[in-house]
């Protein structure tokens, strides 16, 4: 019975309904002017009860409010257990002239370059170079090789096979040719720890010559 009193009046209805009917149920209220305390309350209980029975629909969302305050900062956390120890490296390859390898020798197959200048009027000359690590053995050949006359022992600037010391000439002034290097320095010498080359001239007047170097380790 009141669900379809309800249905047909409504929340706001049917509260106002709900009111007049104790209203009517009581005369000494009405000729008071109002309602008593206990019939206030009455009203009220009857109007939650059917409010919670009967809800109203749903109104639309109203617009956001605006971004409260920052919070205050909390407090710091625990320290985190320790991580688990990673997995050891291998073991890296002695290094030459080292702890591990304290005699300073170029181990086979290490390649190591370098460069060589001068400037001369003599008939003849030298110049001397010294390799950055001595070597266990005696270079097994020695090329002289122009820049744009690569070899097969030397291929290119920088670059000697296994056992071989390349001489590269970059720059011969005033002509090319205008030397002629010595190449059997070296074979009745220890030349593990370096060289000295000699050179005949072929012109007269002042003369300059460069290049690099080369020499894998037999």
């Known amino acids: 019975m009141i669900s379809r009193i309800h249905s047909k009046l409504g929340t706001a209805g049917f509260v106002v309904a709900i009111v007049a ?3 009517a149920l009581s005369g000494a209220a009405i000729a008071a002017g109002g309602l008593t305390k206990s019939q206030e309350k009455q009203v ?3 109007v939650k009860q059917e409010v ?3 809800p ?5 969302a109203g617009p956001a409010g605006p971004a409260g305050a920052a919070g205050a900062k909390g407090a710091t956390g625990a320290t985190g257990a320790p991580g688990t120890p ?7 390859e002695p290094g030459a002239c080292s702890t591990s390898d304290p005699t300073c020798v170029a181990p086979s197959g290490a390649l190591m370059t370098g460069d060589w200048s001068f400037v001369s009027t003599d008939v003849e000359f030298g110049f001397q ?3 950055p690590l001595r070597l266990a053995s005696n270079p097994t050949a020695v090329e002289w090789v122009e820049v744009t006359s690569p070899t097969a022992s030397c291929p290119g600037l920088r670059e000697a096979a296994k056992g071989v010391l390349c001489i590269y000439m970059e720059n011969n002034a005033p ?7 010595v190449t059997n320095f070296g074979q009745t010498q220890d030349v593990r720890s370096g060289f000295t080359a000699f050179l005949s001239r072929k012109a ?5 010559a460069l290049g690099s170097w080369a020499i894998t380790a037999p």
């Open 44 to 46: 009220k209980k009857i």
């Open 204 to 208: 007269a007047g002042e003369s300059f």
């Open 86 to 92: 990673g997995k050891d490296g291998k073991d890296g």
């Open 52 to 54: 919670k029975k009967h």
């Open 56 to 60: 109203g629909p749903v109104g639309p």
């Open 129 to 131: 170079l010294s390799y």
């Open 21 to 23: 009917l104790v209203a």
């Open 175 to 181: 002509t090319s040719g205008n030397f002629n290097p």
